[in-house]
């Protein structure tokens, strides 16, 4: 990936670019910003930029990503890079080759390789084992013993971590102490959408370089110049449905088929919609828990993800048309009957207080907590607002 690939966030990359470009580059950064908003695909690039063997003298015109060491890197194989981010303690048990072959370790090792593999499908996912405790104090001691030696002339060794807010307390204080005596050939890029969660300390010792939320005018642009093959009303739809999350884009336009209307994530609002219809109806609220058990047990996290944004983009069409019933700009024009016959069945409903309780369960299931409680919590809710209006 090089800058041409990064969405938006063109005053953060300028000033990344003129501290590398006047030798000004800091020894620790800390990236924050919403989830999805491309901070880690940045942390790479610059990675590839300092490890690159056609960089040219401008760092502007960022890696070439074509050299073996830019390829070692997408491959997170490259020996100047360490990508951390949180994973399960069975994957650092130390001993012999007889531990390693236990099957704990070698199932938790699969897990491990098919986020990496996902990671490679969407450089703007954030991945996480889900039974892991946090960036363990393990993955530390590790970086410390890498730190010590020295990378190849004229290259930097980059230490990225992932969800730094997730480190645990005794893996915090030891990053500290790197931090405080940092070695020279060492640059550390910390990521994270929860910086008040780190220390105060550790913030202290790191460059701050705060991300924003791309726009819907930024992904539009960007898809009209990368991926043309992506027509109106699907353009669109995209746009509005990832809400400024490049994760959720990513899936989408990867998860797109000839037949518009059978794509995956048309699938996943259909049946959003099927539930909502189920909660609205009394004699079908037992339905409702039972699909709202079964979305639990049966959909990944990102695709719970989906399930509520599609509803929250509904509310908000619904909230449109209650407002103006001429409203044209739709995020679900293929639905307009069904949005217009709850928006006149539902006239009066706290919009605001729908769209809250909605966004943070789709923040509750993105930060590991138990879909089922979240999508249970939701459900109550949701129906008892609805009830009310």
């Known amino acids: 990936m090089s800058w041409k690939n990064i969405i938006g966030q063109k005053q953060q990359i300028r ?39 056609n960089a040219a003298t401008d760092v502007h015109k960022g890696s070439c990503g074509t050299c073996p060491d830019c390829l070692q890197i997408q491959s997170f194989m490259h020996p100047n890079v360490e990508y951390i981010f949180p994973v399960e303690s069975a994957l650092l048990d130390p001993g012999d080759s007889a531990k390693k072959e236990n099957k704990r370790f070698t199932d938790a090792k699969e897990r491990y390789d098919a986020l990496l593999e996902q990671k490679k499908e969407n450089p703007y996912l954030s991945p996480a084992m889900e039974r892991s405790m ?4 393990e993955q530390i001691i590790s970086l410390q013993h890498k730190a010590l030696f020295m990378p190849s002339e004229g290259s930097k060794k980059i230490f990225i971590i992932s969800q730094a807010e997730r480190l645990h307390p005794s893996a915090a204080n030891k990053l500290l102490k790197l931090l405080e005596e940092p070695p020279a050939h060492v640059v550390f890029i910390l990521v994270s959408s929860r910086p008040e969660a780190l220390l105060p300390t550790i913030r202290s010792r790191c460059q701050a370089v705060r991300f924003s939320r791309i726009t819907p005018q930024e992904l539009r642009l960007w898809l009209q110049e990368n991926r043309p093959e992506i027509k109106e009303p699907e353009l669109s739809f995209i746009v509005s449905f990832s809400r400024g999350n490049l994760r959720l884009a990513w899936e ?28 609205l109806t009394p004699s079908r609220f037992h339905e409702a828990i039972t699909s709202c058990e079964q979305s639990a047990k049966n959909l990944s996290r990102s695709d719970l993800t989906l399930f509520l944004a599609a509803l929250l983009l509904f509310f908000q069409d619904a909230n449109h048309r209650r407002i103006n019933p001429d409203f044209q700009e739709l995020n679900n024009p293929d639905i307009s009957e069904a949005i217009n016959r709850f928006a006149k069945n539902f006239p009066n409903p706290d919009y605001f207080q729908i769209s809250t309780i909605t966004e943070e369960a789709i923040r509750a299931i993105e930060r590991n907590a138990s879909p089922l409680l979240v999508m249970a919590s939701f459900t109550a809710e949701i129906k008892g607002l609805l009830q009310k209006a």
């Open 15 to 53: 000033v990344l670019q003129n501290a590398l470009e006047t030798g000004r580059f800091a020894h620790a950064y800390l990236f924050t910003g919403p989830d999805g908003s491309g901070k880690e695909s940045v942390a790479f690039e610059i990675a590839s930029l300092l490890n690159c063997q």
């Open 134 to 137: 946090g960036i363990l104090t």
């Open 252 to 279: 989408l336009i990867n998860n797109r088929s000839n037949d518009s209307s059978e794509t995956p994530t048309i699938l996943l609002r259909n049946q959003a919609l099927d539930y909502l219809r189920q909660v």
